[in-house]
């Protein structure tokens, strides 16, 4: 079966630092999306991404955060200056189309903010 | 809004035995729900879902789900279990508007002793 892959499996930053979380969804899929789970708690979602475009952020979502598809290959969720609370399991996902309702999802990068 | 409770964080269960994941939910609108199970190292893989119809839904390796709209629940069961199953299972509900996130649970952890 198809995968969506992310890389990389764990990233350890500073605090203050920028991150990139790459993923790369499966290849005919349409929507895309960026999940957290922080240790204990949830898996919130954070981001949904359709025709090069965001189609919904959560309140988490702040002006800290962006995404991006640079090639039509890569998903990217890109941190600018992480704090000790983005430290998370971040998941991405993509979904076929606007009518299929199963999600594939990635293994996951572990971030660590120190 | 939409919530997920998943009360049990984690049940233990000797293999061959039965087992019950409870998970409720809360949303005024109709509801589509998923059981989603991640296996040590791997992503969020889909288990089963309810859109309609049958209130009963079954997956490809014993589980079953039942959506009780009256107590707005919809448990996963297992009549017997193997060491295989153990994993974090995350139930998620969807709204059947326009959005298209999932609000997932805190994740019961099943862990199967033999």
């Known amino acids: 079966e198809p995968e969506v892959t992310q890389t990389p499996s764990h990233q350890v930053t500073q605090m203050g630092q920028e991150v990139i979380l790459r993923c790369v969804p499966i290849?005919?899929?349409?929507?895309f999306y960026w999940y957290r789970q922080i240790l204990g708690q949830k898996v919130e979602f954070l981001v949904s991404?359709?025709?090069?475009?965001?189609?919904?952020k959560s309140e988490i979502f702040d002006d800290q955060f962006s995404v991006e598809r640079p090639d039509g290959s890569n998903f990217t969720l890109k941190i600018r200056s992480t704090k000790l609370e983005d430290s998370a399991m971040y998941f991405c996902?993509?979904?076929?189309?606007?009518?299929?309702?199963?999600?594939?999802f990635g293994s996951g990068t572990q971030l660590s903010v120190l | 809004a939409q919530s997920v409770t998943q009360l049990d964080s984690q049940v233990p269960v000797f293999e061959e035995a039965p087992v019950e994941l409870r998970c409720n939910y809360s949303?005024?609108?109709?509801?589509?729900l998923f059981w989603y199970v991640q296996y040590p190292n791997q992503g969020l893989q889909l288990l089963l879902k309810?859109?309609?119809?049958?209130?009963l839904v079954e997956s490809i390796n014993g589980f079953e789900a039942e959506f009780n709209k009256s107590q707005t629940s919809f448990h996963l069961r297992k009549p017997s279990v193997h060491i295989s199953d153990t994993a974090e299972y995350f139930c998620?509900?969807?709204?059947?508007?326009?959005?298209?996130?999932?609000?997932f649970g805190t994740g019961t952890l099943l862990a199967v002793q033999p």
């Open positions: 996902a993509s979904r076929k189309t606007g009518g299929d309702e199963k999600l594939f």
């Open positions: 290849s005919n899929h349409l929507y």
């Open positions: 991404f359709y025709n090069n475009e965001i189609s919904e």
């Open positions: 949303s005024s609108v109709s509801v589509y």
């Open positions: 309810y859109l309609s119809g049958s209130t």
């Open positions: 998620a509900v969807k709204n059947g508007g326009a959005t298209n996130k999932l609000i």
